[in-house]
């Protein structure tokens, strides 16, 4: 059974660097049938994909248009657990932030099919 | 405004069958597969259906999904209590390179 646990900050200063981690048991974030996906919900913006790491003899991303010039999804494989680092935050960035275990099969991806507990970030000064 | 557009609201009575509906586009449900996630009140959404029609286990046959052209439908049989929640649509688009969802269907339970 694989869980996803996040952590990080709850509050982020406008302008600042909105970091989260998300700690994988259960399976391996090196693992070629899986990619490691970051998404938020707010109520102005609903559900929005912000991008996901995968590993296939190399790690590739994929990032949201909308966060393209702001964001980074690392992996850190000592820890089993990849992060989020989304720059430059402003008040629209105020969401609840989940990670989520895409499953991958025959070089393709499909659904999310376990998701982190999700974390409400506040943008604010 | 989102990618797939679903109606804001659903509703129904016990025992009824509801249909919630997703529309999109060539990009997204035309060409990709279709999924649906229901997200209980104070919860993360979960799978509720995969590749169009698919259901994860443990996931009752009272919901089902079908795919025609660019749009999607999910279906709930036997509506009950429980299943009052938030629905949304998901797709993988082409144009975009990345996930994108519907606006949501909140269901009352009437």
């Known amino acids: 059974q694989v869980q996803l646990q996040q952590s990080g900050p709850r509050l982020v200063k406008p302008s600042q660097t909105l970091s989260l981690t998300c700690v994988i048991s259960g399976d391996s974030v090196s693992s070629d049938r899986a990619a490691w996906n970051w998404i938020r919900q707010s109520p102005s913006r609903g559900l929005e994909w912000l991008g996901r790491?995968?590993?296939?003899?190399?790690?590739?991303?994929d990032y949201a248009v909308s966060v393209k010039s702001r964001i980074t999804i690392n992996p850190d494989t000592s820890k089993n657990q990849f992060s989020l680092q989304l720059n430059s935050v402003t008040p629209e960035d105020t969401a609840v932030y989940y990670c989520a275990k895409g499953y991958c099969s025959g070089g393709s991806c499909y659904h999310f099919d376990y998701w982190g507990q999700g974390t409400l970030v506040t943008v604010s000064s | 405004q989102s990618v797939l557009t679903q109606p804001p609201s659903a509703s129904g009575t016990p025992g009824q069958r509801v249909t919630i509906s997703c529309s999109g586009s060539s990009s997204n449900i035309g060409t990709n597969y279709a999924y649906w996630y229901q997200q209980l009140p104070g919860t993360a959404p979960h799978s509720l259906i995969y590749s169009n029609n698919q259901r994860p286990s443990g996931v009752p046959d009272r919901f089902s999904g079908s795919k025609s052209g660019t749009s999607a439908s999910l279906a709930i049989s036997g509506l009950r209590s429980e299943d009052e929640a938030d629905y949304y649509c998901?797709?993988?688009?082409?144009?975009?390179?990345?996930?994108?969802f519907g606006g949501g269907t909140r269901l009352t339970v009437l």
């Open positions: 998901a797709a993988w688009d082409d144009s975009l390179n990345g996930w994108v």
């Open positions: 790491i995968k590993y296939r003899s190399k790690w590739y991303n």
